[in-house]
């Protein structure tokens, strides 16, 4: 027989924005459950040092950082627990969410802090040499390539951001982008163009990644397939994806307003979605920010309103 628990509030996910909400449910006595997902600590434990998190004078590691949150959420009280939500019924108060293990849980109220995931091109490379030379974070790990020269994957406004805010640090910066044009905006695009630092390599994949010790190099081809095709290695020290990012908001799709990407569309300026009780945090509600201490506030946001909507219940 299926397992059902109860709880006041669930929180759904274990990134900045989950511990952050965990950490304010529980000290406002709501005896939160948390579940982890699928990647525990979520992105951050995919970098290598956080520099730019206030209160970190020297930096701080991210899987460091994600296990002293997860501490502090447990000291006020937060379950917190291995696991995904597999299953989603909005329809009847309390919601029920289903686990991967088949645990039910009635909740009142349900903070969605599931995250995004930034999407890679599949090369095996890339697994090889992440965090030694690629990286899909140029505010995360933009520093550690001062005055060195490095590639930015993607055409759209992403891509021309990542490419402007590395040319502020690197020596150079070659964009490459599949297509004879970029996608991005115009302003961003002018942006890019006229920066003398960045190159742009239109028509250009990347085939793999070469280096010994770290990355020294992408291999790319110019006009695939095209009688004029040209194959060549260029020398690299960073390579940063900027293809676009995916919301792991699937599981909620049929209850929730998202937008066409698939992040939760909130109330402006609040964390309310669609479904009363139902908040959202993080970067699974954040096409345009995604960085840490946006995410840990907008968790902080997500509880506060989990009590106030707790509260209106009682009255
Ligand atoms: P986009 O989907 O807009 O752009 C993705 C880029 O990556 C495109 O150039 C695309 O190429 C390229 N790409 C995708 N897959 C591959 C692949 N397998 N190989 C090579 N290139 C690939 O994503 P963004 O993250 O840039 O933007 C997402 C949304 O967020 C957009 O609506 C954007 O406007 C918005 N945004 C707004 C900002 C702002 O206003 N300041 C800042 C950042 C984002 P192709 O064009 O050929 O498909």
């Not at 000291?75 to 597999?86: K, L, P, Q, S």
């Not at 990347?206 to 770290?214: A, Q, V």
């Not at 109330?267 to 009780?277: M, S, Y």
């Not at 902080?300 to 009682?314: N, P, S, V």
């Amino acid at each position: 027989m299926e397992k059902r628990e109860y709880t006041r509030c669930l929180i759904v996910g274990s990134g900045p924005a989950g511990y952050t909400a965990a950490i304010y449910a529980g000290r406002a006595n709501l005896s939160p459950v948390q579940y982890c997902g699928m990647q525990t600590g979520g992105q951050l434990t995919q970098t290598t040092e956080i520099e730019n998190f206030p209160g970190y004078p020297k930096g701080v590691d991210g899987n460091q950082m994600m296990l002293e949150l997860r501490e502090q959420a447990a000291r006020f009280g937060a379950d917190i627990r291995d696991g995904e939500i597999v299953k989603v019924d909005f329809s009847r108060k309390p919601y029920v969410l289903t686990t991967d293990r088949g645990v039910e849980i009635e909740a009142e109220t349900v903070i969605i802090a599931t995250g995004a995931s930034a999407k890679y091109l599949g090369l095996p490379d890339e697994e090889k040499y992440s965090g030694q030379g690629v990286s899909a974070c140029a505010t995360c790990d933009g520093f550690f390539y001062r005055n060195k020269t490095v590639a930015v994957v993607g055409g759209g406004d992403t891509a021309c951001e990542e490419a402007s805010y590395l040319a502020g640090l690197c020596s150079k910066v070659y964009m490459i982008v599949r297509k004879p044009f970029l996608r991005a905006s115009d302003v961003m695009q002018k942006r890019v163009e006229s920066n003398p630092k960045i190159e742009i390599l239109y028509e250009h994949n990347t085939l793999g990644l070469y280096g010994e010790d770290g990355l020294q190099g992408a291999h790319l081809v110019k006009r695939k397939g095209e009688a004029d095709e040209q194959r060549y290695d260029l020398p690299i020290d960073g390579f940063f994806l900027a293809i676009g990012h995916k919301p792991n908001t699937d599981v909620f799709k049929e209850w929730l307003d998202l937008d066409e990407i698939g992040y939760i569309k909130t109330v402006a300026g609040t964390p309310k979605t669609n479904v009363a009780g139902v908040f959202a945090a993080g970067d699974c509600a954040d096409p345009v920010y995604r960085q840490a201490v946006v995410a840990a506030g907008s968790g902080c946001k997500a509880a506060l309103e989990a009590e106030r909507y707790l509260g209106e219940l009682k009255a």
